[in-house]
């Protein structure tokens, strides 16, 4: 799926937003600068969220509890180790069943091998301008491109 510019993008995630159910978990995979916190942005719009989303790659996680469900946004970026990031995983996706939250994860490489169940997104740069989207969807094991 081809999203254009940053406007695009950030809708592109509030549309995302209406298919997620609480407890969903998506894994945001692409390079620096690839619209990852965009997309989260949308989706946080789409949850009717009123705090302004920023990237939590120096916090490693940020909570939003305004909206409609409650959004958990991590970046593992900053994280050395498999056990590192598993242990801070772990930790967060405690908090998210219980207030039964999204959570959205970039760079999460790390975790993956722990996860069963989860949507999974890989941004790159399209060749000209935007970018391309390719989404699996964890319930019907289909893939979006």
């Known amino acids: 799926m081809f999203v254009g510019n940053l406007k695009d993008t950030i809708q592109f995630g509030r549309e995302f937003a209406r298919g ?14 690839a619209g990852k916190t965009s997309f989260v942005q949308g ?8 705090e302004n989303i920023t990237s939590p790659t120096f916090a490693l996680s940020h909570h939003y509890n305004s909206g409609t469900i409650p959004l ?6 900053r994280l050395e180790n498999s056990f590192m990031a598993k242990e801070f995983f772990i930790s967060e996706e405690e908090e998210a069943i219980q207030n039964e939250a999204i959570m959205v994860i970039e760079w999460p490489e790390l975790i993956k091998p722990i ?4 949507w999974k997104i890989e941004i790159s740069y399209a060749t000209n301008f ?3 989207y390719k989404i699996w969807d964890p ?6 491109e």
Do not use: E
């Not at 997620?20 to 600068?33: E, R, Y």
């Not at 989706?43 to 009123?50: F, M, N, Q």
């Not at 958990?72 to 970026?77: S, V």
């Not at 996860?115 to 989860?118: C, D, H, M, P, Q």
């Open 130 to 132: 935007g970018r391309n």
């Open 20 to 33: 997620l159910n609480p407890k969903s978990i998506i894994l945001l995979q692409g390079p620096i600068g």
């Open 43 to 50: 989706i946080a719009i789409g949850l009717s969220i009123s």
């Open 115 to 118: 996860l069963n169940n989860f």
């Open 72 to 77: 958990i946004h991590m970046d593992l970026y």
């Open 139 to 144: 319930q019907n094991s289909l893939t979006f």
